[in-house]
């Protein structure tokens, strides 16, 4: 616990730039879609079950505004990881691109938002 | 406490002692990660984008289940949830070694995890081989 919270203090504190922040970012948002699987797997789990309880399950989980704003939450964290995780793969097995890490960030958080929008726009439609 | 690292190890082996099964687990975090760029950003895209949460049914989880292609569809999600839990369950551990160093709360945590997602997998698994509706077809023919 005490790591935990002296942890917490040093990324506020350590100026570890772009790398430091992917690195939170990767770890925060791999424990959010391990969170997220839970729920997911339960309700596929649901739907095996039978039609009601799945329409109910789905309904009240997936589909309230809260619940498409958690969505999009969602969608950053799959798409961030998923394109953070082959930044790590590529600097693993390319350590000489080690020293251009900070632009392959910022290319990485680019190529995530040009994803992202749309996706975000499409989610969010019906709630305006 | 057991060294982990989910960083590159130096030279085939990890830094500070660790032992040798944990860079066949930093290879499976990477060849995992890759395979899954292709097919959950696909799953993610496809459903939310495609085919939208809201259109999201027993009927059309059922069609997708079903015939041939459905077998073709059952292995895809069956791919999805054992690499997927498996990545994530790692991931979650990684955390867990990082932050928890009391011996006894570590194994607590650890096992919580493993557990959860063992009986996760169980349920994904018996969702996907018994179908849509499947698991309560079989509750009501084991009752009468």
Redesign the interface.
């Known amino acids: 616990m005490a790591a935990l919270v002296a942890s917490l203090y040093k990324s506020i504190s350590y100026r570890g730039a772009e790398g430091q922040w992917a690195w939170i970012l990767h770890r925060a948002s791999g424990l959010g879609i391990v969170l997220f699987l839970y729920m997911h797997i339960l309700s596929i789990f649901v739907a095996a079950i039978g039609p009601e309880p799945y329409e109910w399950v789905h309904k009240t989980l997936y589909t309230s505004p809260p619940a498409k704003v958690m969505e999009v939450f969602l969608l950053f964290g799959v798409l961030y990881h998923a394109a953070n995780g082959m930044r790590i793969i590529i600097i693993d097995f390319f350590p000489a691109l080690g020293k251009y890490q900070r632009t392959i960030v910022r290319i990485e958080l680019a190529l995530v938002a040009i994803v992202l929008v749309p996706a975000a726009i499409i989610t969010l439609q019906g709630l305006f | 406490m057991a060294v982990t690292s989910s960083s590159?190890p130096v030279q085939g082996k990890l830094r500070y002692g660790a032992p040798n099964h944990e860079h066949k687990i930093w290879l499976f975090m990477?060849l995992s990660?890759?395979v899954?760029?292709v097919t959950?950003?696909f799953h993610?895209?496809y459903m939310?984008?495609f085919v939208?949460?809201?259109n999201?049914?027993?009927?059309n989880?059922a069609e997708r289940w079903s015939g041939p292609a459905g077998v073709f569809w059952r292995l895809f999600d069956a791919s999805l949830?054992f690499i997927?839990?498996a990545h994530?369950?790692n991931?979650?551990r990684f955390?867990i070694n990082?932050?928890?160093?009391n011996r006894f709360l570590n194994f607590l945590l650890t096992a919580a995890v493993y557990g959860?997602g063992l009986l996760?997998?169980l349920?994904?698994s018996?969702?996907i081989i018994?179908?849509?509706?499947?698991?309560?077809r079989l509750?009501e023919s084991v009752m009468g």
């Open positions: 590159r990477r990660g890759l899954m760029f959950v950003v993610l895209l939310h984008m939208r949460v809201e999201i049914t027993f009927d989880i949830l997927g839990m994530g369950m991931g979650v955390s990082d932050y928890v160093h959860i996760l997998i349920l994904g018996l969702a018994l179908g849509a509706g499947g698991v309560g509750f």
